[in-house]
């Protein structure tokens, strides 16, 4: 219940009833405003082929231990995958990639038909001529609402140069350093 006397905010106290979660849509509308770089996320299968995604969930966590999360929507068949895959890459992936991009987000493409990559030291399939790709050991999972958050801990670098693609509003574009 709302005091005025004891609470000028009005705002209540947290997890009182005053205030509600947003619409799915409406968090959408608003992430959307949050200008993100644009990765795919790589990993080994059960049958020892690569496999990857388009994700732009994709953070920073730690310097010491070095370590990157990212999201996956539960929804999506591959959980186990990563889950028995003991680590993955984060491709980060240039403005003239917008290609790959689109083609690692659709549904039931031949994604590495189209694709030259590598195994990486760290036994996870790396995508080449991308901007940088950063090979995790798998670190932890954390539970995320209607995703599942994976927590790497980087154990190789490969830099490259170029324009970093960008993701704003539903679109991409270059991003010009
Ligand atoms: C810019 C962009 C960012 C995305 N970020 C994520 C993400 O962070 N997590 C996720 O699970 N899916 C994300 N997706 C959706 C997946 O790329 C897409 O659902 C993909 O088809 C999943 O692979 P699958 O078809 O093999 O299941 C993103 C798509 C786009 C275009």
Redesign the pocket.
Known sequence: MLNPKTDPSGLGSPGESTVHPVEPIALRAAMGAFLTG?TIVTARNERGEPYG?????FNSVSLNPPLVL????LS???LDLFRNAGGFTVNIMRADQEEL??L?????TDRFAKTDWHWGVSGQPVLCNTLLSLECREWAEYPGGD?TIFVGEVVNINASEGAPAA?FKGQLSAHNP
């Open positions: 644009v995604l388009t994700v732009n969930s990212w999201s996956l929507d999506n068949d591959k991009i689109w690692f987000a659709r549904a039931e995703h993701f």
